[in-house]
């Protein structure tokens, strides 16, 4: 199965751009896309100074513009969003499918003083469950890039037989060669491949300049980048394979030691 990650900046209101990678990814066979966090939106340091009516105006229009794509070009789309229900707003990772739409709320956000995210949208805290869906005989997990650091998360990536994950982030500063380190680690350990699309662009305010660094990768089930992309606007295809998947665990076992306690009930 061919499965793509488009690491944005955020997008303007036209759909021309979705549109023309869309158009590539229905030529080159993909039949899942990843997008990056705050491409659908602004940036959340944006969003924290922006009117309730204009980040309802966004994403409403930006689910419009998802959901006609995906049934124009047959499309399953993965894109991180701010849904907007009443007068609270929640992190979402949105499942497009070309006749239906889910929701997953994140569940672990990011709460530091310089960047709190916790505090800002409304997200229940509550104890997790995993945001996951099948395609075809493949089982996919979504995983926002701040979740990746929790143990708790791959309890339930285990308890449930996944065999890819996706991870959309926005991850900046110099944090690139830590995240490779981790995403890699990650896949070994749980035997999946990793599809992170990671934001590029710049966030500047009177402090500090912002700098997202893109670098959106594919891991493999063996803990190896298979691909990886640059630091601008760039759209990463690729090929994976569940017989992979299968011949990593039987070549390590993990999963068969924890079956064997019981633990993976």
Known sequence: ??????????????????????????????????????????????????PLSMIKEQSNHKIEVLKELCKKY???????LVHVKGNHLYKTNAKFAPKSVSYFDQQFLINYKHWNEEKFFDNEVKPYELA?????????????????????????????????????????FESSRRW????????????????????????????ENWKFYGHSNLVSPWGEVEMSLGDKEEILIAQIDKEEVLKARKNWGWKKAIKKRGYDE
């Open 180 to 207: 490779q380190e981790l995403l890699k680690t990650r896949a070994l350990l749980n035997n999946v491949y990793i599809l992170r699309a990671n934001r590029v662009g710049t966030f500047t305010n009177k402090d």
């Open 1 to 50: 199965m061919k499965i793509a990650a488009l690491q944005l900046a955020t997008l303007p209101m036209s759909s021309a751009k979705l549109d023309y990678y869309f158009r590539i990814c229905k030529e080159k066979e993909v039949e899942l896309l990843l997008l990056s966090e705050y491409a659908l939106n602004s940036f959340f340091k944006e969003l924290e100074v922006m």
């Open 74 to 80: 047959e499309m399953n789309v993965v894109a991180p």
């Open 132 to 172: 996951s869906f099948s395609h075809k005989n493949i089982k996919f997990a979504v995983i926002s890039g701040y979740e990746l650091h929790f143990d708790q998360v791959f309890i339930e990536v285990m308890k449930k037989n996944i065999d890819v994950i996706l991870t959309p982030s926005s991850s900046t």
